[in-house]
């Protein structure tokens, strides 16, 4: 009977998805002997599945529960096959992109901030702010004391599943979506560009998201040259990894002005309580919680469910991991 590993927090509701014909082998979060599995249905927090692996027997095939594999790739030898959890988490990050841009645009955590000390009296400096993001000193009439997303420039980096979903919740909005990936589809029906496209599109877009896989290709792609190249008053948002921006260089281009950004990642990660990213001026931060939300284990174990189920049947499975992801 095949023996699948699951970590015994799941709720044992998700549980009852995986199919019959298996024998349920919990994981506790910090195990103190060895396990016979054969199949890994892995956790979504990283130490645990440091603490569970070194006692695990047998395991053949590991199902992540995350769309990312970095950290599973540093655990598992080549023999191993690993799958990712592509399409659990499109919409929540493309959820969570779509309102990083909103509120950014929209001024909300200048706004939060003014209810704090309980006076909109200083409101217009929402207007200072604007102009000296945008490098003008045009004064407006009426004042301007938020943004439009209509008709804004969107680049996608990373046109995969949630990159599609991003540009779907954009549309009614208004914005001009610009798609790269690792290659380029010019006869798609939504061209997209190639990744050496990227410093040649950057100073035409009004916001930039950042939705790539962590790899050796993906580290540092936004640095000193790449916030160089952006418009004044672009809004980067990173729903990728930490890695994949240089930390130094977008303190340098938040403090000096250049740009603004909203990012749910950061590196390092957590970030210490003493990190000038913190106290960064333009800057919208959450402690990585895009994918977490009430439905992340239902559809990481209705994933696992149908994976387990093709093992069974002898069927390919789906998400297969080559080479970095």
């Given at each position: 009977?095949l023996?699948?590993?699951?970590?015994e927090?799941v709720?044992?509701?998700?549980?009852?998805?995986l199919?019959?014909?298996i024998?349920?082998?919990?994981i506790?979060?910090?195990p103190?002997?060895?396990?016979?599995v054969?199949?890994?249905i892995?956790?979504?927090?990283?130490?645990?599945?440091?603490?569970a692996?070194p006692f695990?027997?047998?395991?053949r095939?590991?199902?992540?529960t995350l769309?990312?594999?970095d950290?599973?790739?540093?655990?598992?030898?080549h023999?191993v096959v690993?799958?990712?959890g592509?399409?659990?988490?499109t919409?929540s990050?493309?959820e969570?992109?779509?309102?990083?841009?909103?509120?950014s645009?929209k001024y909300?955590?200048f706004?939060?901030?003014?209810r704090?000390?309980?006076?909109?009296s200083?409101?217009?400096?929402?207007?200072?702010?604007y102009?000296?993001?945008?490098?003008?000193s045009?004064?407006f009439?009426?004042h301007v004391l938020?943004?439009?997303?209509h008709?804004?420039?969107?680049?996608?980096?990373?046109?995969?599943a949630?990159?599609?979903a991003?540009e779907e919740?954009?549309?009614p909005?208004?914005?001009e979506?610009i798609r790269?990936?690792?290659?380029?589809?010019p006869?798609a029906?939504?061209?997209?560009?190639s990744?050496?496209?990227l410093?040649?599109?950057?100073?035409s877009?009004d916001?930039?998201?950042?939705?790539?896989?962590?790899t050796?290709?993906?580290?540092?792609?936004?640095?000193?040259?790449e916030?160089?190249?952006?418009?004044?008053g672009?809004?980067?948002v990173?729903?990728?990894?930490?890695?994949?921006v240089?930390?130094g260089?977008?303190?340098?281009?938040l403090n000096?002005?250049?740009?603004?950004a909203?990012?749910?990642?950061?590196?390092?990660?957590?970030?210490p309580a003493?990190h000038?990213?913190w106290d960064?001026p333009?800057?919208?931060?959450?402690?990585?919680?895009?994918?977490s939300?009430?439905?992340?284990?239902?559809?990481?174990?209705?994933?696992a469910?149908?994976?387990?189920?093709?093992?069974?049947?002898?069927?390919?499975?789906?998400?297969?991991?080559?080479?970095?992801y």
């Amino acid at each position: 009977m095949l023996k699948v590993g699951l970590i015994e927090s799941v709720d044992p509701e998700l549980r009852r998805l995986l199919p019959s014909g298996i024998e349920l082998v919990l994981i506790p979060p910090h195990p103190d002997r060895p396990l016979d599995v054969e199949f890994w249905i892995a956790p979504p927090l990283p130490a645990q599945a440091e603490r569970a692996w070194p006692f695990l027997r047998g395991v053949r095939v590991v199902q992540s529960t995350l769309a990312g594999v970095d950290a599973l790739r540093k655990l598992l030898p080549h023999s191993v096959v690993l799958c990712d959890g592509r399409g659990i988490h499109t919409i929540s990050t493309a959820e969570w992109a779509v309102t990083a841009i909103l509120a950014s645009l929209k001024y909300l955590p200048f706004y939060d901030e003014l209810r704090r000390v309980h006076s909109w009296s200083n409101r217009r400096e929402a207007e200072d702010r604007y102009r000296a993001l945008h490098r003008t000193s045009r004064v407006f009439y009426p004042h301007v004391l938020v943004e439009e997303l209509h008709a804004q420039r969107v680049l996608i980096v990373g046109y995969g599943a949630i990159g599609q979903a991003i540009e779907e919740r954009l549309k009614p909005f208004g914005a001009e979506v610009i798609r790269i990936a690792r290659s380029a589809r010019p006869n798609a029906a939504q061209p997209v560009h190639s990744i050496g496209e990227l410093p040649a599109l950057l100073p035409s877009a009004d916001v930039v998201v950042l939705i790539v896989p962590s790899t050796q290709e993906t580290t540092g792609m936004i640095a000193a040259r790449e916030f160089a190249l952006m418009k004044k008053g672009a809004l980067l948002v990173n729903a990728a990894r930490g890695s994949v921006v240089d930390t130094g260089a977008l303190l340098a281009a938040l403090n000096n002005g250049r740009i603004r950004a909203a990012v749910d990642v950061t590196d390092p990660e957590p970030l210490p309580a003493d990190h000038p990213l913190w106290d960064a001026p333009n800057l919208l931060l959450t402690p990585h919680v895009a994918a977490s939300t009430p439905q992340f284990m239902v559809r990481a174990m209705q994933l696992a469910a149908a994976q387990v189920g093709r093992y069974l049947r002898g069927e390919p499975l789906e998400n297969v991991v080559t080479g970095e992801y």
